[in-house]
C-alpha cells in the first residue's frame, strides 16, 4: 500500500473537491491509503457523502488552516496545527510515502524545505511538473521556487528531471535542455552557457539549448531553467492559451454556420483539447528535499487533483528520491567528484538560508 | 512625403516577398517613398513584375548580403558592402526616415547601434514589438536584444514603451507593467523590486507587476521586462499557440462531422484569427538609437512585411525619437535628474561596450 497525506483545506475548491478527488482514487487506484488532514465541522460530512470506504483512509482533525493569500514566511510562523504542515510532518514520521496540498506554492516549498530538509547533496530544490506537448508531456523544472540558479542548480535540476522523466512519462534516456533564447552556443547569459558546459560533460542525455516553444513540440523531454524564467515561460503559454479559447468561442458565435459548425466540432475538439487539461497534467512535486511533496493547482476541481494524486503515488512507488541519490553517488563514481564536492560545500552552506522570493 | 530604406535580401522569402510587400504598401500609404537595397540580378525582374510606379523608389544595387545564420559579430566586420548595412546607413545618412530588415535579429541590432549610436541618455538599446491581446495588442520590450539589464534600463523601457504605445496603439496614458512571477510585491528578483521603486515614483502610468499570461489578456498595454525573459515568454506563447492550432486540425479530421464542423467554422475562424497573424503584428523596433530602425520577422510574406512597413512609417511620421528625447528632458525638469544623471553617466561608460549576446 501507498500511504498519501493530503491537505484537504488549502485551495479555491476545498475541502469538497479535495475529498471528491479521494473517492476517485480509492476507486481507480486499489493500493492507495489516505491521511486526510482538515477541519472536522467541514469535512466529515463530505466523507460520509463521498462514502469513503474505512479501511481505505484515516483522518485526522485539524483546526487551522494556512490562507492562499498568507506571505510563506508569515504563514510557517501561525502554521504549528494547520492542515498542510501536519500533512507534510506525516512523511517526515514516516507515517505517509507522499504528501499532497492545493495551498499556496510558496508556503508549501518553504514549509516542505524547513519540515523535510533538502536530499543529500542537493543544491536548491525546485519545483518541478509537467507541461503539455504536441506528441505528450514535458517535464519542466524549476517552475517558481529557485529564482536565483548557478550552473550546479541547472546540472542537480536536469539529473532530479531525468529521474522524474523516467518515472511519469516512461521514457528510458529523456532528452534534456537548457531553456534559452536560441540553440546556438554563443545565445543567452553567462548562466545558460556555465550549465552547457557542464551537462555536455555529463553522462545525461543533454542535447543543448532549448527555446521557448521547444516546450510545446515534442523537441525535449525535461527543460532545466531558472524558476524567474520558468513561471515567466509557463504563464506567458497559459495566457496565450487563454487567448486561444477565447477567440475559439467569439469565432464560434459569428455566424449561424459557425454556431452550427462548432456543435459538430465540440465533441472531438473536447476529446482533442482533453489533453492539455489539468486532469491530464496537474501535480507539481518540490524535488530535492527530503521527502515527497506534490502541489496540486489552487484552481483545481476533483478530476485535477485525482491526477496529482496519481503522480504523488507513482512518484512514491518508485521511489523517485532514491533514484536521484543514486544518480547523484554514481556521479561520484563516474569522475564527477568536483562538481559533487562543489555542490555539496556550496549546499551546506546554502541550504536553509538562501533567499526564496516566493 | 516619408522614405523608407529597406533591405531588400533578408529573410526566408527575399526578395520576392520584400519587392511584392513594397507593392502593397505603395498602393496603401500614398505618402511613402522607398530606397531599395539588393542585388540587381534578383530584385529589377522583381520590381518589373509588381511594376513599381518610378516615382515612388530609387533601387541602390548592391552585392553583398548578410547571411541569416551568421553570427553577429563575424557579419559586422564583413558588412561593408551589403543591402542590410546600406538601408540603415541612409537613416545615418539622412535620405530615410527609417530602415526595414528582415535579416538577422541579431546582427540588425548590433550594426544599428553601431551605424546610428545611442539615443542620448538612453542606456541599453533594446528591441520592442507588438504582441496580440485578446481585446488588441501589447506592447513589450525587450524581446531579445538587451539580456542583462538593471532598474536603470527598465525604467527607460518604460519610458520609450509608453512613446511606442502612445503612436501605435493611440492610448493617451497606456499601462505599465513590470513582468514577474506574481503581482505581490515581494514576488521576484532583486532587479524587479528595484525597478518597481523606480517606476513608481515617476509620472508614467505604472500599475506594478503583470505576470506571464496578462500580456496576452488585455491587463497592461506596455510589459517592461529584460530581453532573456523577454524572449522566453514570446517564444514560450508562440510554442503553445502552434500547439493549439496543431490540436485543432486533429479536431477537425477525428470523424465526419467534426469535418463538417470545421467547414462551416472555417470563415469566421480565420476571421477571428486574422487579430493575431503577423500581418497585424509584425514589426518590432528597435529602439534607444539614434534612427528608426524596424526588424520584420524572418519568416515574412508580403502582407507581414508590409504591416512592419507601416509600423516604420508611423513610427517615422510621429518622429517617436524626439518624443522619447523630450520624455527624458520633461524628466529632468520633473525633480528626476538624479535618475537621469546616474543613467548618463553609466550610459556613457557602458554604450557600445555592453556585452550582447544575440
New interface residues.
Given amino acids: 500500500m501507498i500511504t498519501i497525506s493530503i491537505d484537504a483545506m488549502g485551495g479555491a475548491y476545498a475541502p469538497h473537491a479535495v475529498i471528491e478527488s479521494i473517492g476517485l482514487s480509492i476507486k481507480r487506484q486499489p493500493d492507495l491509503f489516505f491521511l486526510i488532514y482538515g477541519d472536522p465541522d467541514k469535512v466529515l460530512d463530505l466523507i460520509a457523502k463521498h462514502a469513503l470506504p474505512e479501511e481505505r483512509y484515516k483522518f485526522y482533525p485539524v483546526k487551522g488552516v494556512i490562507s492562499d493569500e498568507a ?1 510563506p514566511l508569515d504563514a510557517i510562523r501561525r502554521a504549528h496545527d494547520s492542515s498542510m504542515r501536519q500533512a507534510i510532518e506525516a512523511v517526515r514520521d514516516k507515517i505517509a510515502h507522499a504528501a499532497i496540498s492545493c495551498g499556496s506554492t510558496g508556503t508549501l516549498f518553504v514549509l516542505s524545505k524547513v519540515i523535510l530538509g533538502g536530499l543529500s547533496g542537493i543544491k536548491h530544490p525546485a519545483i518541478i511538473g509537467l507541461v ?3 506528441a505528450g508531456q514535458t517535464v519542466m523544472l524549476d517552475m ?1 521556487g529557485a ?2 540558479c548557478d550552473e550546479n542548480s541547472f546540472f542537480q535540476f536536469a539529473l532530479m528531471g531525468s529521474c522524474f522523466a523516467k518515472i511519469l512519462l516512461k521514457k528510458d534516456n529523456p532528452r534534456i535542455g537548457i ?1 534559452n ?2 540553440t ?1 552556443q ?4 553567462e548562466l545558460e552557457h556555465k550549465a552547457y558546459n557542464l551537462l555536455s560533460k555529463s553522462s545525461l542525455n543533454f542535447i543543448g539549448y532549448a ?7 515534442d523537441k525535449v523531454d525535461v527543460v532545466v ?1 531558472d ?3 520558468g ?14 479559447i ?3 468561442r ?3 458565435k ?2 449561424l ?2 454556431k ?10 473536447q ?3 482533453s ?2 487539461e489539468p486532469s491530464q497534467t496537474n501535480g507539481a512535486m518540490i524535488i530535492g528535499i527530503g521527502g515527497i511533496v506534490v502541489k496540486s493547482h489552487g484552481n483545481s476541481e476533483a478530476p485535477a487533483i485525482a491526477h496529482a494524486i496519481s503522480v504523488a503515488a507513482k512518484l512514491a512507488r518508485d521511489n523517485i528520491n532514491d533514484k536521484i541519490s543514486v544518480e547523484m553517488k554514481s556521479l561520484e563514481e563516474h569522475g564527477m567528484t568536483s562538481i559533487v564536492d562543489k555542490i555539496k560545500q556550496t549546499s551546506a552552506k546554502i541550504f536553509g538560508s538562501q533567499k526564496t ?2
Fill in positions: 506571505k503539455p506537448n504536441i517558481g529564482i536565483m531553456l533564447i536560441g546556438e554563443t545565445k543567452g547569459r527555446e521557448g516553444g521547444d516546450i510545446f513540440l531553467t524558476g524567474f524564467s513561471n515567466i515561460a509557463l504563464k506567458a503559454s497559459e495566457g496565450a492559451a487563454k487567448m486561444f477565447t477567440m475559439l467569439q469565432a464560434s459569428n455566424s454556420s459557425a452550427i459548425g462548432m456543435a459538430l466540432m465540440k465533441r472531438s475538439l476529446d482533442t483539447l489533453k492539455i522570493n516566493i
